[in-house]
């Protein structure tokens, strides 16, 4: 059982564990390039594209799974953005 799902961070019946959507996506596509998910459910996808540096386009019907996957890109968002920011703050502490 993916990690995902023994934690509680269960959000969708369908849901693939991130490391499989990485896989997926540094196999089949290069960093920049655009993952489309046409049924983006719980945002999965999303989050394995921003962890490999691609950009994504996903679409979903449902707006409870649309709130979801909104809260899950946000997370995944502003984690790399605070990994970023300590990464420059380690390299500036380096060069003085």
Known sequence: ???????GAFYHP???PVALMEYLIRTYTDEGDVVLDNC???GTTAVAAIRTGRH???????????EIAERRIQEELECRNKVQEEKEIREEKQNQ
């Open 1 to 7: 059982m993916p990690k995902e799902h023994k934690k």
């Open 56 to 66: 994504y386009i996903g679409f979903e019907i449902e707006q409870a799974y649309c």
């Open 40 to 42: 983006i459910g719980s």
């Open 14 to 16: 369908t849901q693939k």
